[in-house]
């Protein structure tokens, strides 16, 4: 009767027998169920819409007296089958002879055990792990021993780091509140007067006449003075053809080429001024350069005593990649600035071009024009003819007695900086 009933059959297709639900069809991963009628189902939907994959996701739950499963379509738990093919489900009419067939899905159902939530738990917390996290949880389990006491090492030193941080927030903390915040500013000020002090040449306020303010051997002391002797020998027999070169070939910066202009014919004033060229000469090629990696980089005619007096006073000693370098820092390029500024009124009979040292220099004219007053020069403009049929307006620096009042080093900008 039955083989009758289906060999006259019709197959009629009706799609998914519930709104965006498709058929369920279970199949459970430890066995064969024995009793459904003690099945209890509970099928989750996501609450998400708007994504076109998380709207079919679906949590398939199952409870028996002895176990509970679970089962999903999506994540690593989800049969690959229901993607590859599709499945249906078919209900036979008896009476009409009809089968409805129906969209379906299969689920792979896995006994849950209460284990399973810790592990749940553990893996969420595997997740919330950065990368070097889990590295240093995979040297704890099976790294070698130095790596692991390189491991204790490094935790070591960042809980070290840490307290010292906290140390230093405390301390600060308590200076604020035991000094206030005005004494600070106004020891902030104090410390700015000072600093100026550390960078320029020793000045001596008092000073009945302008040679004796800035003092010669406080530049260049007896000794290094005497071993400028061989090194500025070419300086003192310079002649009008070789001075022509230098031009030409761009060797010299302007400052030098017109002081070696004007040398004096006596013989010890023309040894003098030439040691003094000489020198300021390679204050300026020295201050150009950003670190000095070995004396020899100075060049090959400088004299000991005077490589390292530029090492010892005009660069500070650091340390990188594993070796000792002398780097020539802001400061000291101000510093090297302001001797230059003292040689060159040595040379000139105090009073020089600021303009001209500047360019020579590659400073801002503000930035020269702010050495310059913190070392007590007064300062005018002038008219200067640098090249023939051509004028500009240089600014002068004079150092004449008594000593106008002192000024900082950009003590304007500073103040902004401070309020």
């Known amino acids: 009767m039955a083989a009758e009933v289906l060999s006259s059959a019709k197959w009629q297709y009706c799609g998914e027998p519930d709104q965006s639900q498709r058929a369920v069809l279970v199949q459970f991963s430890n066995g064969k169920l024995q009793n459904p009628g003690n099945m209890c189902f509970t099928l989750y939907k996501s609450s998400d819409s708007t994504n076109p994959r998380k709207r079919r996701h679906r949590i398939l739950a199952a409870e028996t007296d002895r176990l509970s499963y679970v089962g999903n379509n999506f994540g690593t738990g989800a049969l690959k089958c229901n993607t590859l093919c599709r499945h249906f489900v078919g209900i036979l009419n008896k009476t009409s002879g009809q089968m409805e067939v129906y969209d379906a899905e299969l689920f792979n159902m896995q006994p849950l055990f209460s284990d399973e939530s810790v592990?749940?738990?553990?893996?969420?917390?595997?997740?919330?792990?950065?990368?070097?996290?889990?590295?240093?949880?995979?040297?704890?389990?099976f790294g070698t021993t130095k790596q692991k006491r390189a491991l204790n090492s490094r935790r070591m030193n960042k809980v070290g780091s840490e307290s010292l941080n906290r140390a230093v927030a405390k301390a600060a903390e308590n200076i604020i509140d035991t000094k206030g915040v005005t004494a600070l500013v106004n020891d902030a000020k104090h410390d700015d007067l000072q600093d100026d002090s550390l960078y320029l040449p020793p000045c001596y306020a008092d000073a009945a006449k302008p040679e004796d303010v800035y003092k010669f051997e406080d530049i260049l002391s007896p000794a290094e003075y005497e071993a400028l002797q061989s090194p500025s020998e070419a300086f003192r027999k310079v002649t009008s053809e070789e001075i022509l070169k230098m031009i030409e070939e761009n060797s010299h910066c302007s400052f030098v080429i017109e002081a070696l202009k004007s040398l004096p014919s006596n013989e010890e004033s023309r040894?003098?001024?030439?040691?003094?060229?000489?020198?300021?000469?390679?204050?300026?090629?020295?201050?150009?350069?950003?670190?000095?990696?070995?004396?020899?980089?100075?060049?090959?005619?400088?004299?000991?005593?005077?490589?390292?007096?530029?090492?010892?006073?005009?660069?500070?000693?650091?340390?990188?990649?594993?070796?000792?370098?002398?780097?020539?820092?802001?400061?000291?390029?101000?510093?090297?600035?302001?001797?230059?500024?003292?040689?060159?009124?040595?040379?000139?009979?105090?009073?020089?071009?600021?303009?001209?040292?500047?360019?020579?220099?590659?400073?801002?004219?503000?930035?020269?024009?702010?050495?310059?007053?913190?070392?007590?020069?007064?300062?005018?403009?002038?008219?200067?003819?640098?090249?023939?049929?051509?004028?500009?307006?240089?600014?002068?620096?004079?150092?004449?007695?008594?000593?106008?009042?002192?000024?900082?080093?950009?003590?304007?900008?500073?103040?902004?900086?401070?309020?």
Request: glycine share 4%; net charge positive; aromatic share 4%.
């Open 119 to 141: 592990e749940s738990e553990s893996a969420l917390e595997s997740q919330i792990k950065t990368f070097r996290e889990k590295m240093d949880s995979c040297i704890e389990a």
């Open 271 to 419: 040894d003098r001024q030439a040691r003094c060229i000489w020198f300021l000469d390679t204050l300026i090629k020295f201050r150009a350069q950003k670190v000095i990696k070995r004396k020899s980089a100075l060049g090959p005619g400088v004299p000991h005593i005077i490589s390292t007096k530029l090492l010892k006073h005009f660069t500070c000693l650091t340390y990188n990649n594993g070796s000792l370098r002398n780097l020539i820092s802001d400061s000291m390029k101000a510093k090297i600035t302001a001797y230059v500024i003292v040689l060159a009124l040595h040379i000139n009979d105090f009073q020089i071009d600021l303009t001209m040292l500047q360019r020579d220099l590659k400073l801002s004219e503000k930035r020269m024009i702010e050495i310059a007053k913190a070392m007590r020069l007064k300062i005018s403009k002038g008219r200067v003819s640098p090249a023939a049929g051509r004028e500009e307006e240089h600014k002068l620096g004079t150092l004449c007695t008594p000593l106008p009042p002192a000024q900082t080093l950009d003590r304007q900008s500073k103040r902004r900086r401070i309020t």
